[in-house]
């Protein structure tokens, strides 16, 4: 598993966090977007259960996985994929691990620097910024009892080029997260079962190299 379709991983780890319940008429978009933003930077961990779904552009492929996740501020996260196959993804902040025990082996990768990383690892480590690094609009078509912002970041993502973030109406909770291209390709995370702020062990997030496997280490050291 590369580092870039790790940080597609990642995508899903950006806004996991309810905000304060909003009024009858539609405030702005950046007001929503500034809400969520205010809470995430209240929340030292959370969890929650996900189904993780994919359409490819060009090839129209399709797939759905669904798991676990546990993320911890800053930078540490273990993504537990549980069907249709089982996969887990960890970091412990300096270093991700990339298992499919399947494969027999377990990939290592430095995590990037702030300047080498994208906006949604950034977010990750608590120090990205909803409206200052993206451009918030309302998108039509939102399910029933949900508001769907998009987000087009300031600057130029490699790995995706805007973000669909749905949240309830009502409450602000995020619902889903879909990472979109130009090519047609969406990867929308759904979001269920949703905790936050108790207490996950820092021990999560220490992975342990099964034995019988390879271990291959790409990046720098």
């Known amino acids: 598993?590369?580092?870039?379709?790790?940080?597609?991983?990642?995508?899903?780890?950006?806004?996991?966090?309810?905000?304060?319940?909003?009024g009858q008429a539609r405030p702005p978009a950046a007001e929503i977007a500034q809400a969520v933003q205010q809470k995430y930077d209240r929340v030292k961990d959370f969890s929650a259960d996900f189904t993780h779904s994919?359409?490819?552009?060009?090839?129209?492929?399709?797939?759905?996985?669904?798991?676990?996740?546990?993320?911890k501020k800053p930078g540490r996260m273990r993504w537990e994929y549980t069907a249709p196959e089982k996969k887990?993804?960890?970091?412990?902040?300096?270093?991700?691990?990339s298992y499919i025990p399947a494969d027999?082996?377990?990939?290592?990768?430095?995590?990037?620097?702030?300047?080498?990383?994208?906006?949604?690892?950034l977010f990750l480590a608590g120090k990205g910024n909803l409206t200052r690094d993206f451009t918030v609009s309302y998108l039509d078509g939102a399910a029933e009892g949900?508001?769907?912002?998009?987000?087009?970041?300031?600057?130029?993502?490699?790995?995706?080029?805007?973000?669909?973030?749905?949240?309830?109406?009502?409450?602000?909770?995020?619902?889903?997260?879909?990472?979109?291209?130009q090519q047609g390709g969406r990867s929308t995370f759904q979001f269920s079962n949703y905790r936050e702020n108790t207490g996950v062990p820092d021990s999560v997030f220490a992975f342990k190299i099964p034995r019988g496997v390879d271990v291959i280490t790409a990046g720098p050291r």
């Open 1 to 22: 598993m590369s580092w870039p379709m790790i940080r597609r991983l990642l995508i899903g780890l950006l806004l996991l966090a309810p905000a304060a319940a909003a």
């Open 146 to 181: 949900t508001r769907a912002l998009r987000l087009d970041p300031k600057q130029k993502q490699h790995e995706y080029d805007w973000l669909v973030l749905g949240v309830d109406s009502k409450t602000l909770q995020i619902r889903s997260l879909t990472a979109a291209d």
């Open 104 to 121: 027999k082996q377990v990939i290592v990768n430095s995590v990037p620097a702030d300047d080498e990383a994208t906006t949604a690892v």
């Open 88 to 97: 887990t993804f960890v970091s412990d902040s300096r270093k991700v691990y």
């Open 54 to 71: 994919y359409e490819g552009g060009v090839l129209k492929k399709k797939a759905t996985e669904r798991g676990t996740v546990q993320i």
